[in-house]
């Protein structure tokens, strides 16, 4: 079923509260469950910077780290890229398990797949390539501790997060982090208006939702009142403020 909400003369936060609202009856009524409300917000820069994907599922935490300029210039070519980003898991992979993780970002289109294991200092095949100075700031961006691995793929923006996305899904499964019994909705706002397609600006979503700011210099950076509702990874619905003003529809 889809529910569709029209109201006039309301802020982003009378939509949210409406919808929060909603969830709640729905959930207790049906599954005699109470929900604790208001649910988190996040932008959608936060979830793209930890979590690569704009429906993150936050029943387990492993957030990626941006490692991008701690590993440019190490003498790696493999890390001169666009973004190079970093993935902690909590164990120990053997060599096979590595190549078949591998295998598994291949099908999001990452080239490969660089690990490092944590004992005194990182250890891996690509750990003759950094400098003592260049792990330690590693080991102290990630957080990373003994016994654990960090994974990283240096690719575009898009690869990188869409392929580390994935493998942070695929991970909290195999290593049995993600509690079924958890309930953890989440909004996220700030999506941007335009994405670059080759040579031009389009919108990301639809031409009609109400920009936050009116600097519209660098078309990327503007974002707009749009909201979607995610839970456990799941995008459960959203909508947008939509643009009532002539002038600001012009601009867009």
Known sequence: YQLDIEMSFV???????LSEGLIKHVYEKVNGVK?????????????????????????????????????????????EAECVKALVAPREFSRKECDKLTDFVKLYEAKGLVYLRMDKTLEGPVAKFLSDDVKKVLIKQ????????????ADNNNICNDALAHLRLQLGKELELIDETKLEFV???????????????????????????????NPGLVTGYLHDLVLNGTELGGGSIRIHKKDIQEKV
């Open 187 to 217: 909004w996220i706002t700030e999506f941007p208006l335009f994405e670059k397609d080759e040579d031009r600006w389009k919108p990301m979503h639809h031409i009609f939702s109400m920009p936050i700011s009116m600097d519209f210099s």
């Open 11 to 17: 802020e982003q936060d009378d939509i949210i509260k």
């Open 35 to 79: 929900l604790k409300t208001p649910f988190r917000k996040m932008t959608y820069c936060d979830a793209m910077s930890n979590y690569g994907i704009d429906r993150p599922d936050l029943r387990f935490d492993m957030k990626l780290t941006d490692v991008t300029e701690t590993v440019k210039g190490s003498g790696f070519k493999v890390f």
């Open 142 to 153: 990630t957080k990373i501790k003994k016994g654990e691995t960090l994974f990283i793929i």
